[in-house]
């Protein structure tokens, strides 16, 4: 089946605009992650939804970020206000739901590059 | 908050040559470890997933162990391919997160 897909795969914005991103996860994972990931670091972790509520929200860095998944399957990562420093790329991955707490293998999608000018 | 060390943080071997990963993290209370490849300018793909239980897994000419008690895993490459050349990262599942590695580059010469 389909992998996880991401859009767009490249967004470039000026700095103060408001940007939407896209994950469509794996038919029937319920777990969805997002991430950031600056150039030479590994991903750093943002939000995770289970089903369409977020379970943990602890890695998003300010107000100015807010994720969706309303019917449990795609999610979308908004950001308002972006500044320069909010150029990175986003990383989306999805897993089945976890087992005793202990999350699944997880899939990852291609990213959106976003480029604050 | 849980920090996750890979080193070296770039290697270089001729084709053919074994060799051995390093990831190492503080806080030994995961529930399991992820290695992952990823190439230039694309995504993560899933190479090995560890539960805290087990002692390693193997995929191919993968190999990846896990000490949760001393905080480190390895992961063995047998027989290294130039289409092994990628940067790989080790994450831990701590709670609902998973904490990654900064990634150790992989240059396998023909």
């Known amino acids: 089946g389909a992998g996880v897909s991401q859009t767009p795969s490249n967004k470039v914005t000026e700095k103060g605009k408001y940007v939407e991103l896209r994950c469509d996860p794996i038919?029937?994972?319920?777990?969805l992650y997002w991430y950031r990931q600056s150039l030479g670091q590994g991903p750093e972790f943002l939000i995770y939804?289970?089903?369409?509520?977020?379970?943990?929200d602890s890695g998003l860095p300010n107000d100015r970020f807010f994720a969706v998944r309303p019917e449990g399957s795609v999610s979308t990562l908004k950001i308002q206000r972006t500044e320069r420093g909010d150029s990175a790329v986003y990383l989306c991955?999805?897993?089945?739901?976890?087992?005793?707490?202990?999350?699944?293998?997880?899939?990852f999608g291609p990213g959106t590059r976003l480029t604050v000018l | 908050k849980q920090e996750v060390t890979q080193i070296p943080a770039a290697l270089s071997v001729p084709e053919g040559e074994n060799l051995v990963l390093n990831c190492s993290f503080t806080?030994?209370?995961?529930?399991?470890l992820q290695w992952f490849r990823q190439d230039p300018g694309k995504g993560l793909t899933s190479l090995l997933l560890?539960?805290?239980?087990?002692r390693e897994q193997t995929s191919g000419r993968l190999n990846a162990s896990l000490d949760k008690s001393s905080g480190r895993s390895t992961l063995y490459i047998a027989a290294s391919q130039p289409g092994d050349s990628a940067t790989y990262l080790c994450?831990?599942?701590?709670?609902?997160?998973?904490?990654f590695g900064t990634g150790t580059s992989l240059t396998v010469i023909p």
């Open positions: 991955a999805s897993s089945l739901m976890p087992v005793s707490g202990s999350h699944n293998e997880q899939f």
């Open positions: 038919s029937g994972h319920t777990a």
């Open positions: 939804f289970q089903g369409t509520g977020a379970a943990d």
């Open positions: 806080d030994s209370a995961i529930y399991n």
């Open positions: 560890i539960q805290s239980s087990q």
């Open positions: 994450a831990v599942n701590t709670g609902n997160q998973f904490y």
